[in-house]
């Protein structure tokens, strides 16, 4: 496809299941990010890839959260024994450059997930 | 913290008006990014200004920069019904990330 691509769109976890949340960035890009948002707030910084490469996972909240993006392309973010307060919008965002410094960033749909 | 903090949080016009949004920040940046998301969507980049950028268009669009002092502002002439959305402002950091700030929710009555 042209654009990023997240999966699922929805899901919805009974707190303490594991959750994987898929992302496809553009082909070819180099840097992938994930985000975080709340209900009314704005996207909050998880982790962020150069190639393979986890360079930044300074945002992770927890050690129940992983990312992997093992051949440098589709990157899973996985969210172990989930909580309530897990419950946000995953963004996932890809651009062509090196870091977001001089370039724009191509967002997903983002996956919805809402721990119960 | 670096984070963009964006105002008004809300606003609310009539279609054809202007719609001016305003993004302060605390540090040196080289540069500014702004981005549309409408609801239940991923994020759109509108426009990026660079720190030796005063001023930048975009078709509708009009951003402007003030490094002294630490604030930006984005500009929706003649706004239309299709503009209703939330719009950010996202300042790098670190090289890795972009900051967000809570966003500024336009509504533009028909």
């Known amino acids: 496809g042209a654009g990023v691509s997240q999966s699922p769109r929805y899901k919805v976890a009974k707190r303490g299941q594991d959750v994987a949340l898929r992302c496809d960035p553009i082909?070819?890009?180099?840097?992938l990010f994930w985000y975080q948002q709340a209900l009314g707030q704005g996207p909050e910084f998880l982790t962020y890839f150069q190639n393979e490469a986890q360079l930044d996972k300074s945002g992770l909240p927890s050690d129940r959260f992983f990312a992997e993006r093992p051949e440098g392309s589709v990157s899973t973010l996985k969210i172990q024994r989930t909580q309530q307060e897990d419950s946000a919008v995953y963004l996932c965002?890809?651009?062509?450059?090196?870091?977001?410094?001089?370039?724009?960033?191509?967002f997903g749909q983002g996956t919805r997930l809402t721990v119960v | 913290s670096q984070q963009g903090e964006e105002d008004p949080q809300a606003l609310s016009i009539q279609e054809g008006e202007n719609a001016t949004m305003n993004c302060s920040y605390k540090t040196s940046i080289n540069n500014l990014q702004w981005y549309r998301q409408n609801s239940g969507r991923g994020l759109v980049h509108l426009i990026l200004i660079r720190s030796n950028e005063r001023e930048k268009h975009s078709g509708r669009l009009r951003v402007t920069l003030d490094t002294s002092k630490k604030s930006s502002s984005l500009l929706i002439t003649a706004s239309r019904a299709a503009d209703t959305a939330s719009y950010f402002c996202?300042?790098?950091?670190?090289?890795?990330?972009?900051?967000f700030g809570t966003g500024t929710s336009l509504t533009v009555i028909p």
């Open positions: 996202a300042i790098p950091r670190g090289g890795n990330q972009f900051y």
């Open positions: 082909s070819g890009h180099v840097s």
């Open positions: 965002a890809s651009s062509l450059a090196r870091g977001p410094l001089n370039t724009e960033a191509f």
